[in-house]
C-alpha cells in the first residue's frame, strides 16, 4: 500500500518552457503533499507544502510564481514549472502523506521527475 | 551547525557483514524518525519509522534512537549487493510537520 505515483518520469526541454509535473496517491487519499528538489549527491531540499483545497506554503527562498503548485484533490498535485531556464534543471521529487491509517504516519514519495533544460 | 548530520561516505563492505548508518542532530525537539533507502535516479523509500526514543526492528534492518545522545542509528545484517544504494535519516517535530533530511550516505556492498 502506500504507493505515489508521479509523472513524467523524464523531461527534456528547451528554455522559456513551462513544465508541468503530476503527483498522485494511487491507493490512499493525500490530504498532504510536499514537493522537494533534490541535486546531485545532494539530500532534498523541501519547496512547499500543499494541503488539498488550499494554497501551498513555500519554503523561504522559493519562488512561489515561478513553481506554482495546485492540489485539487485528495489525489493529485501538481507542480508547475513557469518559464524554465538551465538553472532549474533538477531532480523533483513528490510525497504524500494521508488519512485513513491511523495517526503518525510518514511521507511517502513518487519516484521523481528528472528535468534538464536546454 | 545543520539541523541533521550524517557522513555522506561512501562506505563499502563486503557481503554477507553487518553495516552501520548514523546521523547526528541538534534539536531536541524532534520527535519522528525515519530511514529511507534512495536508489540511483529513483524516489526514497521508507525504511522505517520510529516515534521517540528505543529500537525498532524489521527483517534485516534495525532502527535505534536515542534522544539523550541526540543519536540515530540504522543497522543492516547479512548485507548484499541489492542494498547498495544511498541511505537518508530523516526527522520531524510531528507527524505532520516537514521532514529535515540527513544528506545521505551511499552505501556499496561488494559480492
Known amino acids: 500500500g502506500a504507493v505515489v505515483s508521479q509523472h513524467p518520469s523524464r523531461v527534456i526541454c528547451k528554455s522559456g518552457t513551462s513544465v508541468k509535473i503530476e503527483c498522485r496517491s494511487l491507493?490512499?487519499?493525500?490530504?498532504?503533499m510536499f514537493w522537494y528538489r533534490q541535486f546531485p549527491k545532494q539530500s532534498l531540499m523541501l519547496m512547499a507544502t500543499s494541503n488539498e483545497g488550499s494554497k501551498a506554503t513555500y519554503e523561504q527562498g522559493v519562488e512561489k510564481d515561478k513553481f506554482l503548485i495546485n492540489h485539487a484533490s485528495l489525489t493529485l498535485s501538481t507542480l508547475t514549472v513557469t518559464s524554465a531556464h538551465p538553472e532549474d534543471s533538477s531532480f523533483y521529487i513528490c510525497?504524500?502523506?494521508?488519512?485513513?491509517?491511523?495517526?503518525?504516519?510518514?511521507?511517502?514519495f513518487g519516484d521523481g521527475t528528472r528535468l534538464s533544460i536546454l | 551547525q545543520k539541523e541533521v548530520e550524517q557522513d555522506p561516505g561512501p562506505l563499502s563492505v563486503p557481503e554477507g557483514a553487518i553495516v552501520s548508518l548514523n546521523c547526528t542532530y541538534s534539536?531536541?525537539?524532534?520527535?519522528?524518525f525515519m530511514w529511507y533507502r534512495q536508489y540511483s535516479r529513483k524516489g526514497p523509500e521508507l525504511l522505517m519509522y520510529t516515534y521517540s526514543s528505543g529500537n525498532k526492528e524489521d527483517g534485516r534492518f534495525t532502527a535505534q534512537v536515542d534522544k539523550s545522545s541526540k543519536y540515530i542509528s540504522l543497522f543492516i545484517r547479512d548485507s548484499q549487493p541489492s542494498d547498495s544504494a544511498t541511505y537518508l535519516c530523516a526527522m520531524s517535530y510531528s507527524s505532520a510537520s516537514k521532514i529535515i533530511f540527513g544528506s545521505g550516505t551511499r552505501l556499496s556492498i561488494r559480492p
Open positions: 534539536n531536541s525537539a524532534f520527535q519522528y
Open positions: 510525497s504524500a502523506m494521508g488519512s485513513g491509517f491511523g495517526s503518525n504516519q510518514p511521507q511517502h
Open positions: 491507493d490512499f487519499q493525500a490530504t498532504t
